[in-house]
């Protein structure tokens, strides 16, 4: 049993070692950069739909505007100032 563990152990040790191993200055530039356009991307169909919702004198909450722009609740109460902010 206790050889099992250490063998688990190893593995996960190696597959880290691997991980770290593989990040390079590109690959953290090219995520960072593509974590901001989805950020740019999801900021720009909240405010859409919250002018929209506004538009139509429709009520604003965080769910209504993360149902309506098609983003995750999560992503929508990232920006819950903005739309409370704007929701009158």
């Known amino acids: 049993m206790e050889n099992g563990k250490q063998e ?8 880290e ?5 593989s990040r390079t200055v590109k690959k953290t530039k090219a995520t960072q950069k593509a974590t901001k356009v989805r950020q740019d991307t999801a900021r720009k169909k909240i405010e859409s739909t919250v002018n929209m919702m506004r538009l139509f004198n429709q009520k604003i909450t965080v769910y ?11 992503t929508a109460n990232k920006y819950k100032e903005y739309i409370q902010r704007n929701a009158h």
């Open 17 to 21: 070692h691997k991980s770290i191993k």
């Open 64 to 74: 209504s505007v993360a149902k309506e722009a098609q983003v995750s609740y999560n």
């Open 8 to 15: 688990l152990f190893n593995k996960l040790s190696h597959e």
